[in-house]
């Protein structure tokens, strides 16, 4: 129900008394230092920069990354609970930056439910509106199609002890959706629960996001939840954006080396590897295999004048397939994974995972084989060694 517009987003955490003196002593002996990955500066610990995004009405935008890239200070900062150091909120074409949090129509659901222990289930989802003073019987009215909406109607009148984490999350959700909110903020609201309970409410705010016309900005670190929910994608790391897009976009085209190694289960092999031009063609050369490179990413790779030159090649294990020839690898571990099997082996002097559908296997693998593998030219991703970018884009 509102788009929202970050304009060049800058969150500094300004040192505490003492703090910037200390550090200044500590740069006289240690010239370069790093902490939590956050840069440093003389305003103070920089979490968030030059964030820029723009978000359409009802989208599902998912905020992903590791541990400390600045998504949650992020989605705090469009919430209000995080003052914003520089750059612009715009909500519905209004700027928000100084307006109070309970005035940007915002809702917010925690990764621990904050739910009010004391209270019912009824009273927790239907405390913000009688804030509002809203009337009794659309008070009533809306709680309880909210419940409906999430299944949750008869645990209506059992407080939040009584409850499963599943069930509290869902009481959470309902307390955000009886509001209306023009946007819907979420901040790992699955990391709680068990692998089951993940797996079944990720499906709920599918369904969930069907039937609320809402905005959605989602956090997670859980590269699964980013794919199955996300409209599109914004990768984070060390408080920059790394990559916006599809799900199949930063798939398929990663931007960089981070992007490629972060998103994907198992994660992609990278190998030192040769992409060599000849003409109008190009090949990677990989321990003396030569394979072409499509049309698709050739004609990139010829707009960009990309010349031969040493590459970090990357090749996800899904599409690395076991040949009579092909690179030369020994078999360290076989995971039997039901529909397939994950060979971890050692090729050219890296760890490589290749998985194999149980339905192509002609043998069983022991430790110490040796198979080979090849891949096609429409998977293989060429990296710059100097910069980590895809030559591609």
Do not use: W
């Amino acid at each position: 129900m509102a788009t929202v517009q970050l304009k060049n987003i800058k969150k500094v955490y300004p040192f505490v008394s003492g703090e910037q003196k200390k550090n200044k002593k500590k740069k006289a002996d240690e010239p370069e230092k790093k902490k939590v990955n956050l840069q440093i500066t003389d305003e103070g610990v920089v979490a968030v920069q030059e964030f820029s995004l723009d978000i359409a009405d009802k989208e599902f935008i998912v905020l992903v990354g590791p541990s400390g890239c600045g998504k949650s200070t992020t989605l705090r900062m469009v919430a209000g609970l995080e003052e914003i150091s520089g750059g612009e909120l715009i909500i519905d074409g209004k700027l928000m930056n100084d307006v109070a949090p309970k005035d940007r129509d915002i809702a917010m659901v925690f990764q621990n439910y904050a739910l009010y222990p004391h209270m019912t289930v009824y009273d927790n989802m239907a405390f913000s509106l009688k804030l509002r003073h809203t009337p009794k019987d659309e008070i009533d009215k809306k709680v309880r199609e909210a419940a409906e909406i999430l299944d949750i109607t008869q645990y209506l009148e059992r407080k939040p002890k009584a409850l499963s984490g599943g069930q509290r999350q869902r009481v959470a959700i309902g307390r955000a959706i009886v509001r209306d909110p023009k946007v819907m903020l979420m901040d790992e609201p699955l990391s709680n629960l068990d692998a089951k309970l993940r797996n079944e409410m990720r499906a709920e705010i599918i369904k969930l996001r069907q039937r609320i016309n809402t905005t959605f900005m989602y956090v997670t670190h859980d590269q699964t939840e980013a794919m199955t929910l996300g409209d599109r994608i914004v990768i984070m790391r060390d408080g920059y954006i790394q990559q916006i897009g599809t799900p199949q976009d930063v798939f398929n085209h990663p931007a960089n080396l981070f992007v490629a190694g972060f998103i994907g289960m198992p994660v992609m092999n990278f190998f030192d590897a040769e992409l060599k031009r000849e003409g109008d063609k190009f090949f990677v050369e990989l321990a003396g295999v030569k394979v072409q490179l499509d049309e698709e990413k050739t004609a990139r790779l010829l707009k960009n004048d990309v010349q031969s030159q040493p590459i970090t090649l990357g090749v996800r294990p899904e599409h690395t397939d076991i040949s009579d020839e092909g690179v030369p690898a020994r078999v360290d571990v076989a995971e039997m994974m039901g529909s397939s099997v994950h060979l971890h082996v050692n090729a050219d002097g890296r760890d490589v995972i290749i998985i194999v559908p149980t339905i192509d296997m002609k043998g069983n693998y022991a430790i110490g084989d040796t198979v080979r593998f090849t891949f096609g030219g429409n998977v293989a991703h060429v990296f710059s060694k100097e910069t980590d970018k895809n030559l591609e884009f």
